[in-house]
């Protein structure tokens, strides 16, 4: 009896291991994953970046800190903004800081004062046609800033 019935598992593998190896398995396709414009990286964002931090340094000529940042920076202020296809900045909010009031503020209102932006590439807008960045705000004591985008180096030591 045992070996009438390893006889019939013996086949029944036999039979399934054959149907198998004639079949093909083809794995579901992988879902297409989509990235907002801002969180792809290449030359077309980091060129509007620049253009961006360009714009605002021109706007805010007495803010704009030249040469090498102190080493212990003042404060870091990030800020998150949504510009739409034709560089008009229609949100903007502090998204990271210290808590410096008063560098919020000037980041903030330098970003009003340098509106409207350049226009950024069709191909970088989301489906609203909008933009949304990020930019981080880098202050010395004295209150003047650069941008993260095209900052200088920092002073490696405090003097």
């Not at 502090?94 to 808590?99: A, D, F, L």
């Amino acid at each position: 009896m045992i070996a009438s019935t390893r006889k019939h598992v013996v086949a029944f593998f036999a039979i399934v291991t054959i149907g198998l190896a004639a079949c093909t398995i083809t794995p579901p396709p992988k879902p297409v994953q989509t990235q907002p414009a801002a969180a792809l990286s290449g030359p077309n964002l980091d060129q509007y970046k620049q253009r961006v931090a360009e714009r605002i340094f021109e706007r805010n000529p007495s803010l704009v800190l030249k040469g090498t940042p102190q080493a212990m920076l003042r404060s870091l202020v990030v800020v998150a903004f949504t510009v739409d296809r034709n560089g008009r900045v229609v949100n903007s909010a502090v998204y990271r800081t210290n808590g410096d009031d008063e560098a919020e503020a000037t980041a903030l209102a330098s970003l009003r004062r340098a509106s409207p932006l350049p226009a950024p590439p069709p191909k970088l807008l989301n489906g609203n046609g909008q933009l949304e960045l990020f930019e981080g705000w880098l202050f010395n004591d004295n209150g003047q800033f650069q941008l993260r985008t095209s900052h200088s180096p920092q002073a490696t030591s405090i003097d």
